[in-house]
């Protein structure tokens, strides 16, 4: 079982499918928080006190952003995937070989769609979830903790993949948040 779970992956990962993935889970997560963070800046804004409609809110708005995602990584990669595997007909490759790396495109558009309408979904239900368990006023400031701890990871998570500073990449990404709500409340809040 793992030779062969160790064989599909190997040819996913030829077919380039395993980095896009992980792009699209970081970018994908990345879109769901700082969607969250907006819903979070205007509800607060707008002096919504109530857990359950905050929480609401974000679920309903992480659903939208999955199946926008999902949908539009696997129209997407179905297209892209069609080509190339035209493109692998006219290879020289070993028959075995082709039919793996068709088999691993062919799977890709839904890996891939999986991955870009999961993310922001989990990560949109894990910045609301404070909302969940306390009151809003108090929910407001650990969300708020919670996306910058998630930025912080992702951040981490890219720094890893180039090979440079945890800290600082950890922190760009934070920053984006930071800039996100800022903004809202700047021109929201006047």
Known sequence: MFEKFSTEYRYLKKA???SLARRYFVMNSFDGILTTIGI???AQIGGIQDSRLVLTMCISAGIAIAFSGAWGAFMTEQAERALVLRKLDETILEADE????RKAHKSASYLVAFVDGFSPLMSTLIVASA???????EAYNVAFAVAAACLFL????????SK???IVSG??????????AAVSFFILGS
């Not at 082709?98 to 790396?101: E, F, R």
């Open 131 to 137: 909302f969940a368990f306390m009151p809003a006023k």
């Open 98 to 101: 082709k039919i793996a790396l």
């Open 164 to 166: 440079e500073n945890l």
């Open 40 to 42: 979070l800046a205007g």
């Open 154 to 161: 992702l951040g981490i998570i890219l720094a890893r993949i």
């Open 16 to 18: 380039g499918v395993i």
């Open 171 to 180: 922190a760009k990404m934070v920053f984006a948040g930071i800039a996100a």
